[in-house]
T-cell receptor, first 115, second 113 residues
Framework: DAGVIQSPRHEVTEMGQEVTLRCKPI?????LFWYRQTMMRGLELLIYFNNNVPIDDSGMPEDRFSAKMPNASFSTLKIQPSEPRDSAVYFC?????????????FGQGTRLTVV | AQTVTQSQPEMSVQEAETVTLSCTYDTSESDYYLFWYKQPPSRQMILVIRQEAYKQQNATENRFSVNFQKAAKSFSLKISDSQLGDAAMYFC??????????FGKGTRLSVIA
């Protein structure tokens, strides 16, 4: 398996533009997580899905952020409109949902810069 | 809510020496897992080691071992025979119930040649 695949690796956009980040989880994993990493706040959970259903989106900063998981092999995180304070590295991770022993496998992240 | 605390923002160690990174957590659950992840400059998150809360024996993975003190809610990582490639950010993480991983703020480890 190729692991968790995120695209793009880097994104530079202007304030006010729409940004879409993409994630393909590991085949067979039924939990998917979106994290945001900044120097000030560390790794923050934005939202997670079990079996394609959003379970907890309390970490989503505001209505400008939305996430979807239309099927087991694809998820998107959208920011519309983007703002400079959204600049961060965004990670997607996946795991098996059963029990609690399974670690999360991370993609390589998308570094987002909003200018 | 569960919280994870790493009290050492930065640490340094001489090559070939041993270093211990600290982590404490807060939970009311009895069944959970704890993890240490490594993030090198490439920013890839790499699992280093994990510990099941119901196991008394401390986990080990080659040069990496943990000191798990369940009553004290402490989970430290010991790196023996440190190598230059160990230089990275290290994150302690907690997972319980059907919850996702909760991370500490991280410890930046430098290895001095």
């Amino acid at each position: 398996d190729a692991g968790v695949i995120q695209s793009p690796r880097h994104e530079v956009t202007e304030m006010g533009q729409e940004v879409t980040l993409r994630c393909k989880p590991i085949s067979g994993h039924n939990s998917l997580f979106w994290y945001r990493q900044t120097m000030m706040r560390g790794l923050e959970l934005l939202i997670y899905f079990n079996n394609n259903v959003p379970i907890d989106d309390s970490g989503m900063p505001e209505d400008r952020f939305s996430a979807k998981m239309p099927n087991a092999s694809f998820s998107t995180l959208k920011i519309q409109p983007s703002e400079p304070r959204d600049s961060a590295v965004y990670f997607c991770a996946s795991s098996l949902a059963r029990g609690t022993g399974t670690e999360a496998f991370f993609g390589q992240g998308t570094r987002l810069t909003v200018v | 809510a569960q919280t994870v605390t790493q009290s050492q923002p930065e640490m340094s160690v001489q090559e070939a020496e041993t270093v211990t990174l600290s982590c404490t957590y807060d939970t009311s659950e009895s069944d959970y897992y704890l993890f240490w992840y490594k993030q090198p400059p490439s920013r890839q998150m790499i699992l280093v080691i994990r510990q099941e809360a119901y196991k008394q024996q401390n986990a080990t993975e080659n040069r990496f071992s943990v000191n798990f003190q369940k009553a004290a809610k402490s989970f430290s990582l010991k790196i023996s025979d440190s190598q230059l490639g160990d230089a990275a950010m290290y994150f302690c993480a907690y997972r319980g119930g059907n919850t996702p991983l909760v991370f500490g703020k991280g410890t930046r480890l430098s290895v001095i040649a």
